[in-house]
């Protein structure tokens, strides 16, 4: 190699490739340089790419400690941690994005968890998968059972996704909240954008999930 | 156990500081001897330098032959060529603590005022963050303005947190594993059990032991001992020995030796062949003393504001010396003051002894940290290419 070649750790290298379709969306909202928290970060793709694409100041939060391990020994900044508890201990504004993405219908209290978000971070990035898409409807009102898709595949006991919420109940809470909605786009199963901007009824209908940029109103 | 003779004496590499050292205590060393080692090379910038900081009964000889034991280095799997810590790639720098006794200034080396004698149990009290100034001195000395990591396990890692909260200009990546930002109760009480050992030897004659050439070698072997036994968990003990005994199959309640009986009395009489009791007394204290909040007006993330270096903190599950809680405290101070950091409890049942071990998922934590470091300080993937 020759001198002056910055070479990234092999694993965060391997992290950004093949990176979920919903998170280069994500990475697309973030300006470059920005300070960023990703909770919920699993094994740190998105902030192994937002540093080396985008100059990031990328730092991640994850529960699971296998993930974790293997994000530090990536080279990633990571820490354990878990979002309900731990983000009361950073200070105001210390970032300029949280991302919370596919995490937040997990979480214990979705309503603190984005306030808290919003205290610590200018914008906040908030994807979810969609309880209000089409399938779901049907399964349920045809099989009245609880609907089994790729994002909804566990049994409704074991399942970590107790807050499932559609995208127009999402809307309803920015605005209970005062939260700003900057920007919104709902995204197909393989995540890539789906053309329902326009029509928050029919986003609700079409889309697999929800991509949200709020800030403070 | 038979008597022993004083520590041999060896010639370590040393810089002397003529200057001394002000201590916390208000009293100041006249004279101040650093004891180190160091291992790869320096590169022109001087950006590519990795201290580490020891433990309690540790010393510089990280990587390398010990010149007292023969045994190898204590920390040899981690730290060599091509190692997670690589020495192809990094200058390691390793020091003798403040208070020591392999060669840099603490009780066994000459007092001040009697140059003729020993400090001996009249050594200033020192603290962890005096030691921290005294490797300040060296890796000045050194040529070193940034060092590139500061890396230490147990009182080690309280040297790295008083580092980065000392010198945060001169750290650009600290890990501190396995500590605390405080010795708790539990902590103390056992050091006390330790230093009442040896007070207790009939040996010990009031410190001044060199005086009879004498040694309290029993009452040091016990506070080793007690010690040996908080470092490791009771599922390694029971896993290493279980309640086997030695040259018998079953207990015949004669002359029955348990095989943890005698492990234990092994690292005892071995302890007492390559430590100073003075220092050991000295050492103990300094981490009962250390208290990084109290430090800082009694509010642990003030030790940390406007700290840029970046931390990777790491625990074991079966640590209950220096447990998760303690370091999970650290990693919410650092947060309160939105410091980068890492933090991963590696799943292990050695007890604390597990960050001198090969822990394959330590070892893969420690190597990606400062791989992630290096790229982000722009530093080359070798040094010397």
Same mark, same amino acid.
């Given at each position: 190699m020759p001198d002056g070649t910055q070479r990234p750790p092999d694993g965060a290298r391997d992290a950004a490739r093949g990176m979920r379709v919903d998170l280069q969306l994500i990475a697309g909202l973030v300006t470059p340089g920005a300070r960023v928290l990703d909770i /919920?970060? /699993?094994?740190g793709a998105l902030i192994g790419h937002l540093f080396r694409t985008q100059g990031c100041d990328a730092r991640g939060i994850e529960l699971d400690m296998a993930l974790v391990t293997r994000a530090v020994a990536h080279g990633l900044p990571v820490m354990q941690g878990d979002a309900d508890t731990d983000l009361v201990h950073y200070p105001d504004q210390a970032f300029d994005y949280v991302v919370l993405s596919r995490t937040l219908q997990a979480v214990e209290r979705p309503l603190e968890v984005l306030r808290q978000m919003l205290r610590i971070s200018g914008r906040a990035i908030v994807s979810f998968p969609n309880f209000g898409h089409w399938y779901l409807r049907a399964q349920l009102l045809l099989k009245g059972r609880m609907p089994m898709t790729n994002s909804w595949n566990r049994m409704w006991y074991e399942t970590p996704n107790i807050h499932p919420c559609t995208i127009q109940d999402f809307f309803d809470l920015c605005v209970a909240e005062g939260y700003v909605v900057e920007q919104w786009l709902a995204l197909d199963d393989e995540g890539h954008r789906a053309p329902w901007r326009r029509f928050p009824q029919l986003a609700n209908l079409f889309g697999e999930q929800g991509l949200f940029v709020l800030r403070r109103g | 156990m038979d008597q022993l003779e004083p520590l041999a004496e060896i010639a370590h590499q040393t810089i002397v500081f003529p200057e001394g050292l002000t201590l916390d205590c208000g009293r100041s060393l006249a004279r101040l001897a650093v004891a180190y080692r160091t291992y790869g090379t320096l590169d022109p910038v001087a950006g590519n330098a990795i201290l580490i900081c020891h433990a309690l009964t540790g010393d510089q000889y990280v990587a390398e032959t010990h010149p007292l034991t023969g045994r190898q280095g204590w920390w040899s799997s981690l730290v060599g060529p091509g190692l997670p810590i690589d020495t192809d790639r990094f200058f390691v720098i390793c020091a003798n603590v403040l208070g020591g006794c392999m060669g840099s200034t603490g009780p066994r080396t000459p007092h001040d005022d009697k140059p003729d004698e020993p400090w001996g149990h009249d050594f200033p009290p020192v603290t962890i963050r005096d030691m921290v100034r005294a490797q300040k001195k060296l890796v000045d000395h050194l040529g070193i303005r940034q060092l590139f990591a500061v890396i230490g396990g147990s009182m080690g890692g309280m040297q790295v947190l008083e580092w980065a909260a000392t010198y945060p200009e001169a750290v650009f990546a600290a890990v501190p594993i396995a500590t605390a930002a405080h010795h708790s109760a539990q902590n103390i009480a056992f050091n006390e059990v330790g230093r009442q050992a040896v007070f207790a030897d009939p040996d010990w004659h009031g410190g001044e032991y060199w005086r009879q050439g004498a040694t309290p070698a029993r009452g040091l072997a016990v506070a080793r001992m007690v010690a040996h036994i908080t470092y490791l968990s009771e599922q390694a003990l029971t896993r290493k020995f279980g309640r086997r005994l030695r040259d018998a199959s079953s207990l015949t309640l004669l002359d029955d030796r348990f095989e943890v009986e005698s492990y234990l009395q092994y690292q005892g009489s071995a302890f007492v062949r390559r430590f100073d009791a003075n220092s050991y007394l000295s050492i103990t204290r300094a981490m009962d003393f250390f208290d990084l909040a109290a430090e800082h007006?009694?509010? *642990? !993330?003030r030790a940390f504001v406007g700290c840029r270096t970046r931390f990777c903190l790491v625990s074991f599950t !079966?640590?209950? *010396?220096?447990?998760?809680a303690a370091s999970r405290n650290v990693v919410n101070a650092l947060i309160r003051v939105a410091a980068n950091v890492s933090f991963v409890e590696i799943v292990s049942d050695k007890g604390h002894d597990a960050f001198l071990l090969d822990e394959p998922d330590f070892h893969r934590t420690i190597a990606g940290f400062i791989a992630g470091c290096a790229e982000h300080r722009g530093l080359r993937a070798r040094a010397i290419a």
């Open positions: /919920g970060c /699993g094994d | 007006g009694g509010e *642990l !993330s !079966s640590d209950w *010396l220096f447990p998760t």
